[in-house]
């Protein structure tokens, strides 16, 4: 709240008058932490700005690094200091050999650029890794040989380094195609190997989240030493604790430390020191306090999408927990099935304005993937134990074709689904502040039956009456509508309605795949590319074309109405239709002509 307000004053009166309703209602105690998280951003925000500002363009200076970590052959984190960063910023090294620490050097700093529709300037900064650090002044190729030759020698990998390349190893070893891909991205938090098809079937189908490290997986990793917490003997007690916070904290290490597995080892550990001293905890408080710890840390994770949909999920959970427990019948099978609706309910307010995508049947899928990640983990563990010990082979070979296997029939499963099935469906086109309202909604509706334990059934009926108003106006209303939308990539991208199918022109071939993929992504079926580049044409049936006049400029007729698009420069350009004219640059905001 502190760091929006820093960029958007108007949010400061909104804020006032919010806290001055609570102190009205001497409420000090909630005013009070009201108060200080909006000055923790407040302040960082104005920390950050003064010893930290944001790049725009590439700067000389001279730089000294007083840290380097590296995280992998070509992937290195310096901590380094000059002028205008007096206290020293993160940076990626981008140099042929690792800079000497306390030596001055000239070097150049370049701000990410973000050439795709995810924002990776705003994920870096997130991080406190303020650009590229490349030196200026080039050694000759044999001092260059020399000095690569005395790093490799002195230089040794962190232990979570070494394990996750034993790990990649291993995995290739014993493993191959998808099956290999999905292991090393539940193992290691590295989703790159993993193909575009697999990508979009999770998306579809509401299982994205098993591919992002979070409490599911730490809780797979540490399930037995938490078993250990639930004995009498303080010695057993002790050895859980320590093995709880060994392997949830290397875990996170082995993944390279993401916001979610971050927040599901620390709530672990916090759950863990409590019931290793007999201490009773309440849930939401370990949340609360996970909360407090991380943004105290970094309170640039509180703009993190990640973040947000990762604290958003758990506590919607919690809420729903502390429901579902005052049920004296069913109560397993409506945990069972209530935490992936609340789950959704949480998130939709941060997921679907980003990703623009709801799975139709994300319920049964994810109750589903609660046994199916269980078997996987307990058959992924006793492979693992076979492999690092060396046990007998005939063991060994049980394990990894029972876990191939079933990997293999639950992936071709999916692919049978997404094939003769609509798994999803494209909200591109809805606002976002109906997702904020369905998220505040759950919310509101899930205290208040915390608080009025004996209303529970009537407010319940009340939030569904609430949400069954919404849908018509936020949903449905935007959803009938077919408005023609241009969507920026390096050049604009046409999406036009074509009966039931949906028809992508691009003006570049390198925006076209990618257009394509990310239609797919978000549910879109029966879309129809065409790449229309400067001397081809493009018509259908109903009197809509378009074709090119020159180089630079193309003109033709949609919906009946005229239209002409022209660049001015490589990244700039005018589209106009009927009597509507937009200015566009690559990489801006999409516009929907109706």
């Given at each position: 709240?502190?760091?929006?307000?820093?960029?958007?004053?108007?949010?400061?009166?909104?804020?006032?008058?919010?806290?001055?309703?609570?102190?009205?209602?001497?409420?000090?105690?909630?005013?009070?932490?009201?108060?200080?998280?909006?000055?923790?951003?407040?302040?960082?925000?104005?920390?950050?700005?003064?010893?930290?500002?944001?790049?725009?363009?590439?700067?000389?200076?001279?730089?000294?690094?007083?840290?380097?970590?590296?995280?992998?052959?070509?992937?290195?984190?310096?901590?380094?200091?000059?002028?205008?960063?007096?206290?020293?910023?993160?940076?990626?090294?981008?140099?042929?050999?690792?800079?000497?620490?306390?030596?001055?050097?000239?070097?150049?700093?370049?701000?990410?650029?973000?050439?795709?529709?995810?924002?990776?300037?705003?994920?870096?900064?997130?991080?406190?890794?303020?650009?590229?650090?490349?030196?200026?002044?080039?050694?000759?190729?044999?001092?260059?040989?020399?000095?690569?030759?005395?790093?490799?020698s002195e230089q040794i990998a962190p232990l979570?380094?070494?394990?996750?390349?034993?790990?990649?190893?291993?995995?290739?070893?014993?493993?191959?195609?998808?099956?290999?891909?999905?292991?090393?991205?539940?193992?290691?938090?590295?989703?790159?190997?993993?193909?575009?098809?697999?990508?979009?079937?999770?998306?579809?189908?509401?299982?994205?989240?098993?591919?992002?490290?979070?409490?599911?997986?730490?809780?797979?990793?540490?399930?037995?030493?938490?078993?250990?917490?639930?004995?009498?003997?303080?010695?057993?007690?002790?050895?859980?604790?320590?093995?709880?916070?060994?392997?949830?904290?290397?875990?996170?290490?082995?993944?390279?430390?993401?916001?979610?597995?971050?927040?599901?080892?620390?709530?672990?550990?916090?759950?863990?020191?409590?019931?290793?001293?007999?201490?009773?905890?309440?849930?939401?408080?370990?949340?609360?306090?996970?909360?407090?710890?991380?943004?105290?840390?970094?309170?640039?994770?509180?703009?993190?999408?990640?973040?947000?949909?990762?604290?958003?999920?758990?506590?919607?959970?919690?809420?729903?927990?502390?429901?579902?427990?005052?049920?004296?019948?069913?109560?397993?099978?409506?945990?069972?099935?209530?935490?992936?609706?609340?789950?959704?309910?949480?998130?939709?307010?941060?997921?679907?304005?980003?990703?623009?995508?709801?799975?139709?049947?994300?319920l049964p899928f994810n109750i589903a993937a609660?046994?199916?990640?269980?078997?996987?983990?307990?058959?992924?563990?006793?492979?693992?134990?076979?492999?690092?010990?060396?046990?007998?082979?005939?063991?060994?070979?049980?394990?990894?074709?029972?876990?191939?296997?079933?990997?293999?029939?639950?992936?071709?499963?999916?692919?049978?689904?997404?094939?003769?099935?609509?798994?999803?469906?494209?909200?591109?086109?809805?606002?976002?502040?109906?997702?904020?309202?369905?998220?505040?909604?759950?919310?509101?509706?899930?205290?208040?039956?915390?608080?009025?334990?004996?209303?529970?059934?009537?407010?319940?009926?009340?939030?569904?009456?609430?949400?069954?108003?919404?849908?018509?106006?936020?949903?449905?209303?935007?959803?009938?509508?077919?408005?023609?939308?241009?969507?920026?990539?390096?050049?604009?991208?046409?999406?036009?309605?074509?009966?039931?199918?949906?028809?992508?022109?691009?003006?570049?071939?390198?925006?076209?795949?990618?257009?394509?993929?990310?239609?797919?992504?978000?549910?879109?079926?029966?879309?129809?590319?065409?790449?229309?580049?400067?001397?081809?044409?493009?018509?259908?049936?109903?009197?809509?074309?378009?074709?090119?006049?020159?180089?630079?400029?193309?003109?033709?007729?949609?919906?009946?109405?005229?239209?002409?698009?022209?660049?001015?420069?490589?990244?700039?350009?005018?589209?106009?239709?009927?009597?509507?004219?937009?200015?566009?640059?690559?990489?801006?905001?999409?516009?929907?002509?109706?």
């Amino acid at each position: 709240m502190g760091m929006l307000i820093s960029e958007q004053t108007f949010l400061s009166v909104v804020i006032a008058l919010f806290i001055g309703l609570l102190l009205a209602k001497k409420r000090n105690g909630f005013v009070l932490a009201i108060f200080l998280f909006t000055a923790l951003g407040l302040t960082h925000k104005i920390v950050f700005y003064c010893f930290q500002p944001v790049l725009t363009v590439t700067e000389c200076a001279e730089w000294k690094c007083a840290a380097i970590s590296i995280y992998g052959p070509a992937s290195s984190i310096c901590s380094c200091s000059t002028i205008d960063f007096p206290l020293g910023t993160l940076v990626e090294w981008n140099g042929q050999s690792l800079p000497l620490l306390d030596r001055p050097f000239l070097a150049r700093l370049t701000p990410f650029r973000s050439g795709a529709s995810f924002n990776l300037a705003h994920w870096k900064q997130s991080r406190g890794i303020s650009g590229q650090l490349e030196p200026i002044e080039q050694m000759s190729s044999s001092e260059q040989n020399l000095l690569n030759f005395l790093r490799a020698s002195e230089q040794i990998a962190p232990l979570s380094v070494q394990l996750r390349q034993l790990i990649q190893s291993a995995l290739i070893e014993s493993f191959s195609g998808e099956v290999l891909c999905f292991l090393y991205a539940i193992a290691t938090g590295n989703k790159t190997k993993l193909p575009f098809e697999l990508k979009s079937i999770f998306a579809q189908t509401g299982l994205a989240h098993l591919l992002a490290v979070s409490g599911y997986h730490v809780g797979l990793v540490c399930f037995g030493p938490l078993m250990l917490l639930r004995t009498r003997r303080m010695i057993l007690r002790w050895v859980g604790l320590a093995l709880v916070i060994t392997m949830a904290w290397g875990f996170v290490s082995l993944c390279e430390w993401p916001a979610s597995a971050c927040r599901a080892a620390t709530m672990i550990t916090l759950y863990a020191i409590a019931n290793a001293f007999y201490t009773q905890i309440d849930p939401i408080q370990v949340w609360s306090a996970t909360l407090c710890l991380m943004l105290s840390k970094n309170p640039s994770l509180a703009l993190d999408l990640g973040t947000q949909m990762s604290f958003s999920a758990v506590l919607s959970i919690l809420l729903f927990a502390r429901i579902a427990s005052r049920f004296r019948s069913f109560k397993k099978t409506s945990m069972a099935t209530g935490i992936p609706i609340v789950a959704q309910l949480g998130t939709v307010a941060t997921a679907i304005p980003a990703f623009h995508i709801f799975p139709f049947y994300f319920l049964p899928f994810n109750i589903a993937a609660q046994f199916a990640m269980t078997g996987i983990g307990l058959l992924f563990g006793a492979w693992g134990v076979c492999f690092a010990l060396d046990l007998p082979v005939t063991l060994h070979h049980f394990f990894h074709q029972a876990l191939s296997s079933l990997i293999s029939q639950l992936l071709d499963w999916l692919y049978f689904f997404q094939h003769n099935f609509v798994l999803a469906i494209n909200l591109d086109r809805t606002p976002r502040w109906i997702w904020i309202a369905l998220s505040s909604l759950y919310f509101l509706h899930a205290l208040r039956c915390i608080q009025f334990k004996k209303r529970t059934g009537y407010i319940f009926i009340q939030f569904v009456a609430c949400v069954l108003i919404l849908l018509p106006w936020g949903i449905l209303a935007p959803m009938m509508r077919n408005p023609i939308v241009l969507k920026t990539h390096r050049k604009p991208v046409l999406h036009i309605p074509d009966g039931n199918a949906l028809r992508i022109i691009a003006f570049d071939q390198r925006d076209s795949a990618a257009a394509h993929r990310r239609s797919i992504f978000n549910g879109t079926h029966n879309a129809k590319l065409t790449c229309l580049i400067p001397g081809e044409h493009w018509s259908n049936g109903r009197g809509e074309y378009l074709f090119w006049v020159s180089d630079r400029e193309a003109i033709g007729c949609i919906a009946k109405r005229p239209c002409n698009y022209r660049y001015t420069g490589e990244n700039k350009g005018t589209f106009c239709f009927e009597e509507t004219s937009i200015y566009w640059e690559s990489w801006g905001a999409d516009q929907e002509f109706n």
